[in-house]
């Protein structure tokens, strides 16, 4: 029996035996990886619904999802200060090649200084030097907020040319229709729609 077992053990090795006979499967491509840092309009709230919610038929991370996989850890209030400090260590070791921006509302509402905020936003962008950066704008938001957020859209621009960024800027498309709501300030469903679109093209277009 023993010699029998030994010649069996000779025939596959010298079949390649030792091989396994089922070819493994291809590894499948990796889908890209969005990262999202923001406050409560890059999560996804809509006023109607009055909560946060990152829901793939509202928020705008819906149109970047299709080709690819995204993370937020956008929460309601962050100013840019908060997201550095929060946001960044919980996602750090996220390996993404794109990283969208969405910050500056409540800095504004809190009337935050400007240079500090936009010190925060490249901080957080170094936090992934390899992933293509896109700077968003936050929209409009109220009469009082709107000196502050316009000079912040020009603020955004610069530093993503200077960081060869995609930019898009959501307050400069800001229109009556994305503000739906008589007495909160966030942007209605469309408007998320729209933003989604302008970010999806920024962050995948050659």
């Known amino acids: 029996m023993r010699a029998a077992l030994l010649a069996l053990l000779l025939l596959l090795t010298a079949c390649g035996g030792s091989e396994s006979p089922i070819p493994e499967a291809a590894a499948a491509p990796r889908r890209p990886l969005t990262v999202v840092i923001g406050d409560s309009i890059t999560a996804g709230y809509i006023p109607?619904?009055?909560?946060?919610?990152?829901?793939?038929?509202l928020s705008y991370t819906a149109d970047v999802?299709?080709?690819?996989?995204?993370?937020?850890?956008?929460?309601?209030?962050?100013?840019?200060?908060?997201?550095?400090?929060?946001?960044?260590?919980?996602?750090?070791?996220?390996?993404?090649?794109?990283?969208?921006?969405?910050?500056?509302?409540?800095?504004?509402?809190?009337?935050?200084?400007?240079?500090?905020?936009?010190?925060?936003?490249s901080a957080i962008a170094d936090a992934w030097p390899k992933a293509r950066l896109v700077l968003v704008a936050p929209p409009y938001w109220d009469a009082a907020a709107a000196p502050w957020l316009s000079a912040w859209s020009a603020d955004l621009r610069k530093l993503a040319a200077e960081r060869g960024a995609r930019f898009v800027d959501a307050y400069a498309?800001?229109?009556?229709?994305?503000?739906?709501?008589?007495?909160?300030?966030?942007?209605?469903?469309?408007?998320?729609?729209?933003?989604?679109?302008?970010?999806?093209?920024?962050?995948?277009?050659?």
């Open 173 to 206: 498309a800001t229109r009556s229709d994305w503000l739906c709501h008589p007495t909160d300030h966030h942007p209605c469903e469309a408007a998320h729609r729209e933003i989604g679109a302008m970010v999806r093209a920024a962050a995948f277009a050659p």
């Open 65 to 121: 999802a299709q080709l690819g996989d995204v993370i937020t850890a956008a929460v309601g209030g962050a100013s840019t200060q908060a997201a550095l400090g929060t946001q960044v260590p919980w996602l750090r070791s996220l390996p993404a090649d794109v990283l969208v921006i969405m910050l500056g509302t409540n800095d504004a509402v809190l009337r935050l200084d400007r240079a500090k905020a936009l010190a925060n936003v």
């Open 48 to 57: 109607t619904a009055g909560v946060l919610q990152l829901r793939q038929d």
